[in-house]
């Protein structure tokens, strides 16, 4: 099969499974941002736990799921390799739940929830559970079964929304009846999000059982030492990297003035990091699909041919999103509720920065196809400095706004030390003029629609929708699509 349509069928089918539930999940925006979270400084607590999460996940699988296809392509013995890593991720989040329930009034304090311990309780239980579930979801990635993968991730999803209805929306307009009266507390709004994602990531592991005792249980300690070698490099630079995308809602609440009122101004941005939800969905997607494939083409002939065409394909249709949400965001601004609205101006850095962050993605396979992770470690800790120190000096000044520009800025260091790196170690001949052209392209087309200042809606959605398509229509041009068209018509 052309490899390109063989990522695509699996881009479009692990999509499914990534974009069906991020879809749902942000389905709990417009409901909490609208219909029940109206101070956005409730919604900024959840923005700011979850930030936390970020970090914590990478800790908790420590690389382990890049292992698994790792040495799944070198080791006959895959069950091995699956097991190995299974009990070592267990036996790490056993210990980290047991470990943070004997600490949690220090980290509850540490974080300024002591008055909400509970927060923090759930929180620990739900890391505990991801961690060991992220395995056996890399399992099934690794037998391609993503049909299952999408299964499971979608019902954990729906449990998560239901449980969040339930307790948001229904218990409180039946809040009289007895039985609800009995575990319902109106005024704990926040409680109930949080309680509801510790249900399903429960229900999760429990959907995956079948999957783990698929396997033949057979643990190397000789092979989870080569693993460790390799896998733990991968979550330092996963950890740096997760400074990137989440250390700005840790400091925004410690940074901003006495005079703001940090907690909202938490609320706004995290809202408005939702709205990129298209880039990050497809982002996501793209390296459900792109981890295992590039491992797949590596030592064919034309592989390195392969990875420019996807890197060139993989810029294009992140911009179409950029240009699609930035055009249309008059219409896209309603997923959050109108308080949130304030936050609007860093939609377009965000997405520019997530573009930025899935070239970066493109451009690291070269380490991992030549185990020379500690690169990526370097290449990490480079653009979290960045991030550390930009919003460290600016947050103050500027707030937010100064985080998503941050954003920006630690990816583009990582891109630059990458392709250098990337040069040196493992070429690849990537179309960098046709990439500048089109990224420039789509800035130039940005900045002239907010130049123009058009009065009216439907007049100015007109003049987007002719810039839309002249996007479009040059690219398919530059790409020879006219060409190749009319060559079939005249056969």
Not at 4 to 26: D, E, M, R
Not at 405 to 417: A, N
Request: glycine residues 6%; hydrophobic residues 55%.
């Amino acid at each position: 099969m052309n490899p390109f349509k063989q990522l695509a069928g699996q881009t479009i089918i692990y999509g499914f499974s990534s974009i069906v539930p991020k879809f749902l999940n942000y389905i709990l925006v417009p409901f909490h941002t609208i219909l029940i979270f109206k101070q956005p400084a409730e919604y900024g607590i959840i923005t700011e736990l979850y930030a936390y999460v970020t970090f914590l996940n990478i800790l908790l699988t420590y690389g382990m799921e890049t292992g698994l296809f790792r040495f799944s392509q070198s080791e006959k013995d895959r069950d091995k390799v699956f097991t190995t890593s299974f009990c070592s991720v267990l036996f790490t989040s056993l210990l980290f739940i047991v470990l943070s329930i004997t600490y949690s009034d220090a980290i509850a304090s540490w974080l300024d929830y002591g008055d909400h311990k509970e927060y923090i309780l759930m929180f620990i239980f739900i890391l505990g559970l991801d961690a060991i579930s992220a395995i056996p979801f890399a399992g099934l990635r690794q037998k391609s079964r993503p049909v299952k993968f999408a299964v499971i991730k979608i019902g954990s999803v729906v449990v998560n929304i239901f449980f969040n209805f339930f307790f948001l929306w229904f218990c409180p307009r039946f809040s009289d009846h007895v039985w609800i009266k009995w575990f319902f507390d109106p005024s704990a709004g926040v409680y109930y999000v949080f309680l509801s994602n510790l249900i399903a990531s429960a229900a999760t592991l429990i959907f995956l059982i079948p999957e783990i005792f698929s396997y033949h249980f057979r643990f190397s300690k000789e092979l989870l030492q080569r693993m460790l070698i390799y896998s733990l490099p991968l979550m330092f630079a996963g950890f740096a990297g997760n400074v990137n995308e989440a250390i700005d809602r840790v400091l925004l609440k410690r940074l901003l003035p006495d005079s703001v009122d940090a907690m909202a101004q938490l609320g706004i941005y995290g809202a408005n990091i939702k709205i990129a939800v298209l880039m990050v969905l497809f982002i996501q997607m793209f390296r459900y699909a792109a981890e295992p494939f590039f491992f797949g083409q590596s030592g064919k002939e034309n592989s390195r041919a392969v990875i420019a065409g996807v890197m060139k394909y993989f810029v294009l249709f992140c911009l179409v999103i950029f240009l699609g949400v930035n055009f249309f965001i008059d219409y896209i601004k309603f997923f959050v509720g109108e308080e949130y609205w304030d936050g609007l101006g860093v939609v377009p850095i965000l997405l520019m920065a997530n573009l930025a962050l899935g070239v970066y993605y493109n451009l690291s396979i070269w380490f991992k196809l030549n185990n020379m992770t500690y690169y990526g470690v370097m290449i990490a800790l480079v653009g979290a400095t960045v991030s550390f120190l930009l919003n460290f000096l600016l947050i103050p000044e500027y707030g937010y706004l100064a985080s998503a520009w941050t954003h920006l800025v630690s990816y583009l260091c990582m891109i630059v030390l990458t392709w250098y790196l990337g040069n040196k170690y493992y070429p690849v001949p990537y179309e960098v003029k046709k990439i500048f052209l089109y990224t420039g392209l789509a800035v130039g087309l940005y900045f002239l629609s907010r130049w123009m200042s058009i009065e009216g809606l439907l007049l100015k959605t007109l003049v987007h929708c002719i810039l839309f398509f002249i996007f479009i229509l040059i690219v398919l041009s530059k790409e020879g699509w006219f060409k190749k068209k009319s060559e079939i018509f005249k056969l």
